[in-house]
């Protein structure tokens, strides 16, 4: 969906809630206002039922806000720390090099491959040079 802000990992493999936050009190029979942090201000506190998940205590399913950094226009940059693996694979009639990158809001279980040539071009700053002087 254009315009929807996704917070932690890239694609289908999104973390779709943020939280967990207290309900302050229902407000209809499918509406509730939570209580959202300070960095949350400019956020409507008040949410329909379906966009709410029962917190069940996983650690693991929870995003901490502080690790995504998210801006005044509630966005964020998702930047890559390292290349953690690197491998080619053989299609019909090429081969296409990736590498696994740990990006800043994911754990390392959660690093995910990109295409190298894409990221080469987008983050030099993650490959050192190939050249060695002689």
């Known amino acids: ?17 943020v939280g967990p936050y207290k309900i302050l009190k229902r407000i209809g029979k499918v509406t509730y206002e939570l209580e959202l942090p300070a960095e949350l ?3 409507h506190p008040v949410f329909h039922i379906s966009l709410l998940k029962k ?11 502080k690790s995504v950094a998210v801006k005044d226009s509630l966005s964020y940059e998702d930047v890559p720390i390292e ?20 990006w800043r809001s994911q754990f390392v279980e959660g690093a995910i491959l ?9 983050y030099p700053h993650l490959f050192p040079s190939d050249s060695t002087p002689a």
């Open 114 to 122: 990109e295409v190298e040539a894409t990221m080469k071009s987008k």
């Open 83 to 102: 290349n953690l693996d690197h491998q080619v694979r053989r299609l019909r009639n090429k081969e296409v090099a990736s590498i696994k990158v740990l």
């Open 41 to 43: 201000v400019a956020v």
């Open 55 to 65: 917190c069940v205590g996983d650690p693991a399913s929870v995003e901490p806000l």
């Open 1 to 17: 969906m254009k315009g929807v802000v996704r917070f932690g990992k890239k694609g289908k493999l999104n973390a779709r809630y």
